[in-house]
């Protein structure tokens, strides 16, 4: 069971980015992908998850409208793409899977519901 997360980079405050995270020795159908971040000196928090369904969506407050989360069960991949990036979005964004059963509308964004985690990649926002 492997999650590939790519995608990150440096971005000026304002632009965007899409983040991808790929699975590897299981399928997609029967997981909800979360994704996390964590910047320098922070806990890693929760920033949004897609029930294994790709249905249900959970964003967390502050990146509300400027995140969107997809899912494409043929590629095994989920995205997120981010929009109008702040500086205070930099972080290290991690993708991490929850076997829910296959596509159901279960979500959750608590860290130590995921037993499954990708590498990470770093975003960095200027101002």
């Excluded at 399928?27 to 928090?45: M, V």
């Excluded at 949004?48 to 249900?56: D, E, R």
């Excluded at 296959?102 to 985690?117: D, G």
């Amino acid at each position: 069971v492997q999650l590939q997360a790519s995608g990150g980079g440096l971005v000026q405050a304002g632009g965007s980015l899409r983040l991808s995270c790929t699975a590897s020795g299981f399928t997609l159908d029967y997981n909800a992908i979360g994704w996390f971040r964590q910047a320098p000196g922070k806990e890693r928090e929760g920033v949004s998850c897609i029930s294994s369904s790709g249905v249900s969506t959970y964003y967390t407050d502050s990146v509300k409208g400027r995140f969107t989360v997809s899912r494409d069960n043929a590629k095994n991949t989920v995205y997120l793409q981010m929009n109008s990036l702040k500086p205070e979005d930099t972080a290290i964004y991690y993708c991490a899977a929850r076997t829910t059963g296959y596509r159901t509308e279960i979500l959750t964004v608590t860290t130590n519901r995921y037993p499954y985690w990708g590498q990470g990649t770093l975003v960095t926002v200027s101002s």
